[in-house]
């Protein structure tokens, strides 16, 4: 079986331009989970998606979206891009919402 | 209230000592504590994981012991080896929104383990 899958692998942007995450979680988990990691900090969380709706929002600015579609992948939008959005960006799938998360590698995103 | 402290921030051990990281909180609804091991370029991968209802757990030579009533747990590495030089982050999971459940993490501890 799969593990959880994200791309790209690594993105470069420029600073004001917007970008699009993708997720696909371990098969038959219905809930995916995002989070942002900067360089020598754990995690911070982000988003929650169960069946596709909105479970829970992280302390992050409104350029920070995301959704959640049927086959239960998932997207993390960022519009405006600043400097400081460079970090690995966390995917996790559990189960059900309340589960023990499992990680996929994450997506290294540079803001230049 | 939402914070996991971690310490120490960096540990450096030989091979086959038995390095331990501490982990202290506040907020007594988390209630559940992962630990989480992680490679340069990698996401996080659970660890070991323990309810509050449980003293300690072994995972082949991952321990974690877990303080009720000091709101400490703490992970022992039996046996180290050069391969389990990573970051390791403690978590606890708290409920939010009704029914709904999210972790807070450590800052890490990066661990080395020398030949």
């Known amino acids: 079986d799969a593990g959880v899958t994200q791309s790209p692998t690594h993105l470069i942007k420029t600073r004001g331009q917007h970008v699009t995450l993708r997720c696909s979680p371990i098969?038959?988990?219905?809930?995916v989970s995002w989070y942002q990691q900067v360089l020598g900090q754990g995690p911070q969380f982000i988003f929650q998606?169960?069946?596709?709706?909105?479970?829970g929002r992280g302390n992050f600015p409104d350029r920070f979206s995301a959704r959640q579609f049927p086959n239960y992948s998932s997207e993390l939008n960022v519009n405006a891009l600043l400097l400081g959005d460079s970090a690995l960006y966390l995917c996790?799938?559990?189960?059900?919402?309340?589960?023990?998360?499992?990680f996929g590698p994450g997506t290294r995103l540079t803001v230049l | 209230q939402q914070q996991v402290k971690q310490s120490p921030q960096s540990l450096i051990v030989q091979k086959g000592g038995i390095p331990i990281i501490n982990c202290a909180y506040e907020?007594?609804?988390?209630?559940?504590f992962p630990w989480y091991q992680q490679f340069p370029g990698k996401g996080p991968a659970l660890l070991i994981a323990?309810?509050?209802d449980v003293s300690e757990k072994k995972e082949g030579r991952f321990t974690i012991s877990f303080n009720k009533s000091a709101k400490q747990f703490s992970l022992h590495i039996m046996d180290s080896q050069p391969g389990d030089s990573a970051t390791y982050f403690c978590?606890?999971?708290?409920?939010?929104?009704?029914?709904?459940?999210?972790?807070?993490w450590g800052l890490g501890t990066s661990l080395a383990v020398n030949p």
């Open positions: 998606y169960y069946e596709k709706e909105e479970r």
């Open positions: 996790a799938s559990s189960l059900y919402s309340a589960d023990t998360q499992y």
């Open positions: 978590a606890a999971r708290v409920v939010y929104a009704g029914n709904n459940r999210k972790l807070i």
């Open positions: 323990i309810r509050p």
């Open positions: 907020n007594t609804a988390f209630d559940y």
């Open positions: 098969s038959g988990h219905k809930s």
